[in-house]
Every structure is written in C-alpha cells, then in structure tokens.
C-alpha cells in the first residue's frame, strides 16, 4: 500500500523514539491487524524497561534546553510540523481509516484536527498571558506567571490515533514541555507515522533530542508511566476503568493528571425541534466511527409526543445505511476495531435485552464477502428504560438507546442521571428550553450544544467532561494551563519593607 511507504512505514519497526533517532529494543513484538480486511499491515518493537527509562531521562534532559528557547520560536516549529501534515493528509488520513477503521472522511478529518490545533498553538505561543494584581502595599507590584512543567506524559486511545495525541503535543510543546507519548497497541502504526513527520521537522529546525518521545507497549508501560515521578502530568484518554488507575497513581505521588475518559452521551428531541436536524445529528452521533467515540450519541431523549413520528423516522435512516470497507467513500459505517469489541458489542445487546430492551432495528455481526476480519457489525435501536444497567454503561458500538420524555425537567433529569458527563445536546427551536438546557439546572456535562449533535467537537474550546469523564481538559480556550506551572510574584520596589495584613514586626 502506497500511503504507508509515504509515511515510512515497513514490515519491521522500531517502536521507541526520542525524536531524532530510533532505538532497538528488547520488547515484545505487537502486530498490527486492519479491521478493514483482517490483513497484517505491519509490526512494531515495543519498548523495554531499560529503553524507557533511559528515553525518560533525555526527555527531561532536553526539557532543560527547549524550555530557555523562546515560546514564539518554539510556535515557529510547531507551525511547520502543521505544514508537514498537510502535506501528509492523505497518506495519513489513509492509515487512520486502514489502522483503526473509522470512515475515509473521518479520518482525513482527523488528521484536519492535527493541523488545525498546530495552528492554534502558534497563535498561542505569543498568548501564554499571566495576570497583574494590585498590592495592598505601597510601593509593590503584583503578577503571576506561568511556568512550564517537565516531560508531559500522554496515554492516548485507538480511536483517536493521531488527533489527540496532537491536542496535547502541540499544545505542551509550545508551553515548553517535552512529551512522551504510549499510543494505543492497538494502532501503534499511527503513531509511528506521526513520529516519521515530527521527527524530519525537528532535524530540520535543530530541535533537541528527546522534545517528543514514542514509546509502544500494554497496560504496563502506562503504568510505568503513570508511577514515574520524572513525569509531573499525565494526560490520559480512554476508559473509566483505566483513567481511575492512572488517576491513583498518579495523585500516590501527587503528581498531575489530565483526564478525559468516557462518555454516556445523549440528545433530548423536544417536540419543538426540526426533525430534519434532529435525525442528522442523531445518526451521526450514533454511528459515526461505528459507535467508537466518546462522544458518541448513546442515548436519544424523544418527547412523548413526537416519539413514535421520530422513531419511524429513525428506522428507515438506519435501512441506508452502507456498512463496508472504510476506504471506500460509498459506505457509512466501517468495523468495529477487533474481535473483543465484538464481543462486547453482541454481550450489551444481550444484556439489553435480559433487561427487557425492545430492539426496533435488530444488530448482529457480519459475515461474508468484505467482512473476512469478523469485525463489521449493524448499528442498532432498542427502547430501554433510563435505569437499565446497559443504558447507565459506555458501550464503545453501535447500539442506540430510545427514551421517552414528557417535560424537559425529565429529559434533564434522565440526560443527566448517568455516571459520564462528557456531552450533550438538545434539538429545540425554543429559545427558553435551549437556555435552561444550558443553565446551571440543565445538562451536568462538560459540553452542552443545541441543534447540534454530541460529536464532532472544534478544536476552539476546551474538550474533556465531568464526573465519570474525568474532569479534564483539552485543545482549545485555556486548556494550556493543565500543562503549565502557576507562580504568583511580588516586587517591593519601595524603601520600606511592609507586611502583608497590616502586621507589625519592629525591632
């Protein structure tokens, strides 16, 4: 395949990276399977212990020179990392759809994310703006600063190969931090791409060694990076379960976490939306990157009175849907990214249906030609009750969940009573129910829209959820914070020394 020799990638790789140079390592070998067509795209080293701590110590080794270089130097290079992935969108956008089987489109969209986020971060390199305070004192002046951290660890997920590693990077790097990214196994050869680009830009502008880290591996190579207090934050996507672990871990040595896990995200339908609007927001949310978002539509809130309309609606959307070979720009839906997610898939509808969830467009996995990797499955609809245990879950699939509401107290209240709180949205052209939607009684998430779906966030604001989603925050706004140190100063600049509070020490 011609896009992954464009993006150097062979049948044997190195899997640790310090940015300018690739390192052999003792570790295990992970293959990489396509869900596409089950083929064997490549294999990849992953890093030992011994590699990873020496790659730890370059990373805070050149944390100590790339933090003097000024940020809107720093900006200069993250500019042309964004020229470089324009020029590698297609091949790049290619390997996300092949790799992890999200849509052609999504995943030049993707990559689209990456470069718009390098141009934010040049914008914000001569925007890390601090405070000035007035001082109770004559003769003093008040400020803050802001500082960065070190080496800024990133564990990112397989459904976002590329894009969110770039959120963080780009980001952290223009703040003055250096990264070490473990990128999902499961998509291991993305991340390999994107060091082959920075790695060529880096060369070019003298970056330091070790400014961006790739190290590849399981669970236990996020749990050393999680455990390691040489790494002052770690940014980590994926689920609850994992982003509890690295949190605990993380705080035992008080250091600093970023966490956006996952999602249980609904839209309400009131029966003053356009329905038209409506359906495209909801059958993108829910099948868009075959259900493997975490912002993915889960749950659809439908008022009593337009339940049923909407319903039928829904179901002869479904019936065109094309599911296929991602690469092909014909089909809608590509597979799920293994055989495991499979098995979830079939595992929640079972669990839907033992807890008396009516299926409306049935599911089931794929089978025949197209579908040799096992791994195609149909979206599907059941009616559920709120409190149904697979209905309070994140399933990474394509399953949706039909709800019915009767005042917009209950669809909040049903929105909200899930333990995520990543995003949300309502379809309504009232004015009033799209203002208390987004009042401090309305959706408890961390992204609220309206006459918008759940997915496809900007890189403008900040990303990330509450509760069970983490807490954190990424991309846009000021999310650059998480990655940089807060130092108040005070300047006496008269000839007295006063205390604060107006206490008195004479001597």
């Given amino acids: 395949m011609d896009f992954l020799h464009r993006l150097g990638i062979n049948n044997n790789n190195a899997g640790t990276s310090t940015g300018s140079q690739w ?303 991602p690469l092909d720009p014909k089909n809608h839906v590509g597979p799920l990214i293994d055989k495991q997610a499979v098995a979830m898939y079939e595992k929640a509808i079972e669990t839907c249906k033992e807890d008396g969830g009516q299926f409306v467009v049935e599911g089931g996995v794929l089978h025949g030609d197209g579908y040799e990797s096992g791994c195609y499955v149909k979206p599907c609809i059941a009616e559920a009750k709120p409190d149904a245990r697979i209905v309070q879950q994140e399933t990474f699939a394509p399953i949706l969940y039909l709800l019915k509401y009767h005042s917009l107290e209950e669809a909040i209240a049903i929105q909200n009573g899930v333990p995520q709180g990543l995003s949300s949205s309502i379809m309504t052209l009232n004015l009033r129910e799209a203002e208390q939607f987004l009042s401090f009684a309305g959706s408890d998430c961390g992204i609220a829209n309206v006459n918008i779906g759940t997915s496809g966030a900007e890189i403008g604001g900040a990303f990330g959820g509450e509760k069970e989603t983490g807490g954190g925050r990424e991309s846009g706004s000021d999310a650059w914070k998480a990655y940089m140190r807060r130092q108040t100063n005070t300047i006496n600049f008269s000839t007295k020394l006063p205390l604060a509070q107006g206490i008195k020490f004479d001597i």
């Fill in 23 to 325: 390192y052999p390592t003792k570790g295990k070998k992970i293959e990489s399977f396509s869900p596409v067509d089950g083929k064997l795209i490549a294999s990849v080293s992953s890093t030992d212990r011994e590699t990873y701590d020496a790659l730890v110590e370059k990373a805070n080794s050149a944390f100590q020179v790339w933090r003097s270089w000024p940020a809107a130097k720093r900006g200069e290079v993250v500019r042309q990392l964004g020229e470089a992935l324009r020029e590698k969108k297609e091949p790049l956008g290619k390997l996300v759809s092949y790799e992890m089987g999200k849509s052609l489109q999504e995943g030049l969209g993707e990559v689209q994310e990456m470069i718009d986020i390098c141009d934010f971060a040049v914008g914000l390199s001569r925007q890390l703006y601090g405070l000035t305070m007035h001082s109770e004192r004559p003769g003093h002046r008040m400020y803050e600063q802001w500082h960065p951290l070190g080496a800024v660890g990133i564990i990112s997920a397989f459904n976002f190969p590329v894009a969110v590693w770039s959120w963080n990077s780009m980001l952290a790097w223009v703040c003055g931090n250096t990264c070490i990214w473990k990128p999902s196994e499961k998509t291991p050869l993305c991340a390999l791409a994107c060091q082959h680009i920075v790695e060529e830009v880096f060369r070019n502008s003298e970056v330091p060694e070790g400014v961006s880290c790739l190290v590849i591996g399981d669970g236990e190579v996020g749990e050393w990076m999680a455990n390691d207090e040489r790494i002052p934050l770690i940014s980590a996507t994926g689920s609850t379960r994992m982003g509890k672990a690295v949190g605990v871990a993380v705080a035992t040595r008080l250091g600093k976490s970023l966490l956006e896990l996952g999602g249980n995200n609904a839209i309400i339908i009131s029966e003053s939306a356009d329905l038209d609007m409506a359906m495209v927001g909801a059958l993108f949310g829910a099948v868009g990157t075959a259900g493997q978002r975490c912002t993915t539509t889960r749950r659809l809130i439908i008022h009593d009175s337009i339940y049923e309309k909407f319903k039928q609606k829904l179901i002869g959307a479904y019936k065109q849907l094309r599911i296929g070979n």
